[in-house]
């Protein structure tokens, strides 16, 4: 094999890897509705528990304890399997 041919395969490679790594960390949109735990953390209807991100709306959210609300954010998992999703927007529904 060429160098320029293994140079070609590798930039290729690493490429590809990059735009499935950016999939994997790019998060998934999702509107969830739950009740705000005291502890930070919307748990949903199915017992599905996410952690509510650190941004503008963390504190307006979170002010909302033992109250259902509807959520729209990015969800992502960390390297435990907790799900976190970082809100960009909500409403109160009760």
């Known amino acids: ?51 509510i991100g650190e941004n503008d709306k963390f504190e307006a959210v979170t002010e909302n304890t033992d109250v259902k609300v509807e959520v729209k954010g990015t969800v992502q998992e960390d390297d435990g399997g907790s799900k976190i999703i970082m809100i960009d927007s909500f409403k109160v529904l009760e």
């Open 1 to 51: 094999m060429t160098k320029a041919k293994s140079t070609s395969i590798c930039i290729l490679l690493t490429f590809l890897m990059a735009a499935f790594a950016g999939n994997i960390l790019a998060g998934e949109k999702m509107t969830i509705v739950g009740v705000v735990t005291e502890d930070g953390l919307i748990v949903d209807q199915k017992g599905v528990i996410y952690e």
